[in-house]
């Protein structure tokens, strides 16, 4: 059981570039989350999905997108990159059948935008 | 908006004494009550919750307290150890979603 995985781990971009992260997931979750994380700042949600094919905005949604095609998979996009999106990303999941909605993370991609 | 605040940023304690981390939230609403445990380069990790029908939830040395009228949590470790250092969030829910607090780095002196 891998739990959520992340890729790439590293990434470095130029401004105006393209770039897509992967997130998986082998427990079967319902619900998955895409959060930001800037030093001295708590996690910041992008966008999130609640099931195969459906997706919504998060609190920081502007320059990035999201698709969701597969229930295990969880795809977050940037169209042109800019310096402002310099952050750690990272994925999560959860499951509709707990009660607290306990949230699992993948290990994190660390981005950079120069 | 939901405005969520932990105090302190920074808690530098001696091993084995304990240390008490505040969330204060502002939405009334909410009703799930979750504290994370961050480690260097890992993703966050679900250490305790509660949620808003019970008062206090023990688990080992960590444990959880809730005030729902004063709207605030808090996170208590006791006998800390060396593998207690690490980042901590509260993420009370609001509107279905986590809000996530700036984080409390703890740090344990040997």
């Known amino acids: 059981n891998a739990g959520v995985t992340q890729t790439p781990k590293f990434r470095v971009l130029k401004t105006g570039q393209s770039m897509t992260l992967l997130c998986a997931q082998d427990?079967?979750?319902?619900?998955m989350y895409w959060y930001r994380q800037d030093p001295g700042m708590g996690l910041r949600l992008i966008h999130y999905?609640?099931?195969?094919?459906?997706?919504a905005k998060g609190e920081v949604p502007d320059g990035y997108n999201v698709s969701r095609l597969k229930k295990q998979n969880f795809l977050l996009g940037l169209e042109s990159a800019a310096p402002s999106q310099t952050s750690v990303y990272f994925c999560?999941?959860?499951?509709?059948?707990?009660?607290?909605?306990?949230?699992?993370f993948g290990p994190g991609t660390r981005l950079t935008v120069t | 908006g939901e405005n969520v605040e932990q105090h302190p940023s920074t808690l530098s304690v001696q091993e084995g004494d304990s240390a008490v981390i505040k969330c204060t939230y502002s939405?009334?609403?909410?009703?799930?009550f979750p504290w994370y445990k961050q480690e260097l380069g890992k993703g966050p990790q679900l250490i305790i919750d509660?949620?808003?029908n019970v008062g206090e939830k023990k688990d080992q040395r960590i444990a959880v307290t809730l005030n729902k009228t004063a709207k605030h949590f808090s996170l208590h470790i006791t006998e800390t150890q060396p593998e207690d250092s690490a980042v901590y969030f509260c993420?009370?829910?609001?509107?279905?979603?986590?809000?996530w607090g700036a984080g409390t780095k703890l740090i344990i002196k040997p």
């Open positions: 999560a999941s959860s499951s509709l059948r707990s009660p607290g909605r306990e949230q699992y």
């Open positions: 939405d009334s609403a909410s009703n799930y």
């Open positions: 509660i949620r808003s």
């Open positions: 427990m079967n979750h319902e619900y």
């Open positions: 999905s609640v099931g195969e094919g459906t997706t």
């Open positions: 993420a009370p829910r609001g509107n279905y979603q986590l809000i």
